[in-house]
């Protein structure tokens, strides 16, 4: 019998931090809704954050919440440690956001949302093109289907001629 690959071995090119974004109260900085929930650099230490993170449809529904700090969640984003979904931070001058909103299922944005977080943290050429990815359940939206939001935040080195059409193409949701 072979030996199992240990995922904790499976190094990933960079270091994640995934973030879940909580409400604010009127006049808080934006830096206030950002929550670190872990950090991954390794293929073993990314599949115990999802493992550990509410499902979208636990989260964005009308009946169950997620809360943080006393705070329900409002979105997650995935993003390089060296960065962070702030457009203040210097990793993010001079760059751009690619962003889809989509009316679907909760069951449809959860595996969306996994297959873009998948192809960021892989390291091949989308990988390397983005800084972070953001997922925000726009509000209003009610029944089988909301209103989601995915973003694909690109830094000022991602800004040649083909990248938008590189990435829409990676994130076919």
């Given amino acids: 019998m072979a030996d199992a690959l240990d ?4 190094g990933l090119r960079h270091e994640w931090c995934a973030y879940a974004h909580v409400a604010l109260h009127t006049n808080e900085e934006y830096a206030r809704s950002l ?6 650099a390794t293929v073993g230490a990314f599949w115990r954050l999802q493992r550990h993170t509410p499902a979208v449809g636990r989260v964005f529904d009308d009946v169950h919440a997620a809360v943080v700090r006393g705070r329900r969640v409002e ?4 993003f390089r440690a060296s960065s962070r979904p702030e457009w203040e931070h210097a990793s993010q001058r001079g760059g751009f956001v690619l962003h ?3 009316n679907v299922s909760a069951e ?3 595996r969306a949302w996994l297959d873009l977080r998948l192809a960021a943290i892989c ?6 093109l983005v800084n972070g990815v953001r997922l925000v359940s726009k509000p209003g939206t009610r029944g089988l289907r909301r209103c989601f939001k995915f973003e694909v935040w690109c830094p000022l080195s991602s800004a040649r001629a083909d990248a938008p059409a590189y990435v829409c193409d990676c994130i076919a949701v």
């Fill in 7 to 10: 995922p904790d071995a499976l």
């Fill in 35 to 40: 929550v670190e929930l872990g950090r991954c």
């Fill in 75 to 78: 979105g997650y984003s995935l």
């Fill in 100 to 102: 889809a909103r989509q």
């Fill in 108 to 110: 449809l944005a959860e």
């Fill in 123 to 128: 390291g091949d050429g989308f990988g390397e």
